[in-house]
């Protein structure tokens, strides 16, 4: 059974830091693309960033340069780490799995306001 279990979201001031970490059970290796989504209040969810099984990665234009995602084999475990967050990052962060089928985390909620 397939599991994706999220944590790091919070509360930080707009040009503060956080780290979302995204652990899969039983192991990344089976998945083609891992990443993360994002959903505001009022919008549809979209894709923030992903990475796959040979580690190219892809970013939405509006976090490049300030968002990083990495992912660890060994730990089976992907993170995003995010630096410059503005107001609009609000939302609440998903992670995503992908091979022949699609699997989301319960998500994380992340605010940034001062």
């Known amino acids: ?14 040009g503060g830091s956080l780290r979302l ?3 899969a059970s039983p192991s990344i290796a ?15 969810r979209e894709l923030v ?8 990665t892809n970013y939405a234009d509006s976090v490049k340069g300030r968002f990083t995602l990495s992912r660890d084999n060994a730990k089976n475990t992907v993170y995003l780490q995010m630096n410059s967050l503005k107001p609009e ?8 799995a992908k ?16």
Request: with cysteine; proline share 3%.
């Open 30 to 44: 089976r998945f083609y693309t891992m990443g993360w989504y994002r959903q505001a209040p009022g919008k549809q």
């Open 89 to 96: 990052d609000t939302a609440v962060y998903y992670c995503n």
């Open 49 to 56: 960033a992903t990475v796959t099984c040979g580690g190219s």
């Open 1 to 14: 059974q397939v599991q994706l279990v999220e944590s790091g979201g919070g509360l930080v001031q707009p």
């Open 21 to 23: 970490s995204c652990a």
């Open 99 to 114: 091979n022949t089928l699609v699997y989301w985390g319960q998500g994380t909620q992340v605010t940034v306001s001062s």
